[in-house]
């Protein structure tokens, strides 16, 4: 028996198992054949059609911990709605997936998402299980993935890292990040859940608290349906690795609010030798180049309000002034 496990350049690798329980220590024989569906890629010259498209709403469940570890999370449950171009739900597609650490879930996961450990024991691993849900879309050639928000990508992509497969299929894949469009519609600015969702749209999210995979999928399909008209598809995307995190963009955008209240056009040589260095580790250049570019988003955005002092504020660690000026002034940045 086959399982799709990994795309490159119009060639599926498939791997057939000699055993008949598959396990993380099976012996795989490689083969390869021609993958026989396209997938719709990203257009950055033209506007995305998607009026054709099937939809996957797709949620992936993983074995997160309150505590530390330097082990990796990863998946243990793939959930997916498939709704063609009316919206319609045609097939879902379900699996629980036995990962290679942290097999016995721990109390906090268990309670968070309901899903039991004997599921998890007589689960297949995540080679298995991927291959079945690629074989599962390859059905339609023409689809688009949805999340809500951008981790399901994410722990996909890492996974296929992880146990050494080909992850070119799913970084050429498109992906359409529901929770950014629900907060640009709503015009706010924090996250929300998809029950404060459901809950707000009056389609009754007070009483879904399910974090089974499959179920989350479905309500999230519901979101989608709901506030399709107002969408915009040009914000598809694919996933991209991202080398620097959340607080050190914060010390940027930081760093150029307060350089520009002292009357100083702040430039990124100035951040990097004032704010960064020694702060922040610099070795990777894709790191150095994202920030920059993160800078120069910030820079682009135009005048501001920021808050100034009558004295010279300190760059602190996280970018903050030590000032406790409340005044504010517009300087253009």
């Not at 329980?21 to 083969?31: G, V």
Request: charged share 25%; with cysteine; glycine share 6%.
């Amino acid at each position: 028996m086959y399982r799709t496990i990994g795309y490159s350049d119009s060639i599926i690798y498939q791997f057939g198992s000699k055993c008949q329980n598959r396990d993380q220590s099976d012996n795989f024989a490689l083969r390869k054949t021609a993958w026989p569906y396209s997938v719709t890629m990203k257009d950055d010259n033209n506007a995305a059609e998607v009026s054709s498209l099937d939809y996957i709403i797709l949620d992936i469940e993983f074995n997160g911990r309150k505590f530390a570890s330097d082990l990796p999370m990863e998946v243990i449950e793939i959930g997916a709605v498939r709704l063609d171009a009316a919206l319609q739900p045609i097939s879902e597609f379900s699996a629980l997936v036995k990962p290679v650490y942290f097999a016995k879930l721990n109390e906090f996961i268990k309670k968070k998402t309901g899903i039991p450990q004997e599921g998890i024991d007589a689960a297949e691993g995540f080679p298995a299980v991927v291959g079945d849900f690629m074989n599962w879309l390859g059905a339609n050639e023409n689809f688009l993935f949805v999340t809500w928000g951008g981790e399901d990508m994410k722990r996909i992509v890492f996974d296929t890292r992880m146990h050494n497969l080909d992850d070119a299929y799913w970084l050429a894949v498109n992906y359409f990040d529901l929770l950014k469009g629900y907060i640009r519609y709503k015009d706010v600015t924090n996250d929300v859940s998809v029950e404060t969702a459901l809950n707000e749209l009056g389609l009754g999210g007070e009483e879904n608290n399910a974090h089974r995979a499959l179920e989350d999928a479905r309500m999230t399909a519901d979101i989608f349906r709901a506030v399709f008209e107002h969408m915009d598809f040009e914000r598809i995307q694919q996933f991209k690795d991202v080398y620097s995190n959340a607080k050190e963009r914060k010390i940027v955008k930081n760093a150029i609010r307060i350089i520009a209240s002292q009357k100083v056009t702040p430039t990124w040589a100035m951040i990097v030798e004032h704010v960064l260095s020694g702060k922040v580790t610099l070795e990777d250049p894709r790191k150095v180049a994202e920030l920059e570019a993160y800078f120069d988003a910030e820079m682009a955005k135009g005048p501001r309000k920021i808050r100034s002092s009558s004295t010279k504020p300190e760059v602190s660690e996280s970018g903050e002034s030590g000032s406790n000026s409340s005044s504010e002034t517009t300087t253009e940045v």
